[in-house]
T-cell receptor, first 113, second 116 residues
Framework: DAKTTQPTSMDCAEGRAANLPCNHSTISGNEYVYWYRQIHSQGPQYIIHGLKNNETNEMASLIITEDRKSSTLILPHATLRDTAVYYCIVRPHYTGANSKLTFGKGITLSVRP | DTGVSQNPRHKITKRGQNVTFRCDPISEHNRLYWYRQTLGQGPEFLTYFQNEAQLEKSRLLSDRFSAERPKGSFSTLEIQRTEQGDSAMYLC??????????????FGPGTRLTVT
């Protein structure tokens, strides 16, 4: 799997947008960008994924640059419950076999009141 | 459907003892994964099953580790002769495992192992 790099941590004010960056400069043409998050003492939770177009769901938006070398996860109105470690992962969408996830250290988002 | 469940949630054991963890995936999910997570790190892949067949094992899975999924439903992960370095959170995840689309893994809450 291609490697991703993320800042170690960031914070934002409650109610404001949280923009979480991720670099994946070695991403291959068939690899998607996935985001998971892990709230303290819980298992990881899927957020969103995308290939090259911007994506939005009820949790977040994903903006992928045109060259696909970086992306940004946007939480439009962060709440205290969004405080978590966020993982950016790249892997093929259809592996045909083992679709294991390769996690890095992620970025710790702290939402302050 | 109550999601992926894992038992026990916490386990404290003395070095040298054997421990066994259980994972119950979401009903009818064919694929089941085990990951290990140490403090400050992201989860690391250990092994996965397609139904009852164990199809891949990570190099992290030493000979002291064994995983089973006898009827293609729940799975167990056993660690023999535990060492302090085995202290970690052990996470289980499942997916439908159908050919083609697969993008979301559903994780359980994990079992936290402490070896004293």
């Amino acid at each position: 799997d291609a490697k991703t790099t993320q800042p170690t941590s960031m914070d934002c004010a409650e109610g404001r947008a949280a923009n979480l960056p991720c670099n994946h400069s070695t991403i291959s043409g068939n690899e998607y960008v996935y985001w998971y998050r892990q709230i303290h003492s819980q298992g990881p939770q899927y957020i969103i994924h995308g290939l090259k177009n911007n994506e939005t769901n009820e949790m977040a938006s994903l903006i992928i640059t045109e060259d696909r070398k970086s992306s940004t996860l946007i939480l439009p109105h962060a709440t205290l419950r969004d405080t978590a470690v966020y993982y950016c992962i790249v892997r093929p969408h259809y592996t045909g076999a083992n679709s294991k996830l390769t996690f890095g250290k992620g970025i710790t988002l702290s939402v302050r009141p | 459907d109550t999601g992926v469940s894992q038992n026990p949630r916490h386990k404290i054991t003395k070095r040298g003892q054997n421990v066994t963890f259980r994972c119950d995936p979401i009903s009818e999910h064919n694929r089941l994964y085990w990951y290990r997570q140490t403090l400050g790190q992201g989860p690391e892949f250990l092994t996965y099953f397609q139904n009852e067949a164990q199809l891949e094992k990570s190099r992290l899975l030493s000979d002291r580790f064994s995983a089973e999924r006898p009827k293609g439903s729940f799975s167990t992960l056993e660690i023999q002769r535990t060492e302090q370095g085995d202290s970690a959170m052990y996470l289980c995840a499942s997916t439908p495992g159908l050919a083609g689309e697969e993008y979301e893994q559903y994780f359980g809450p994990g079992t936290r192992l402490t070896v004293t």
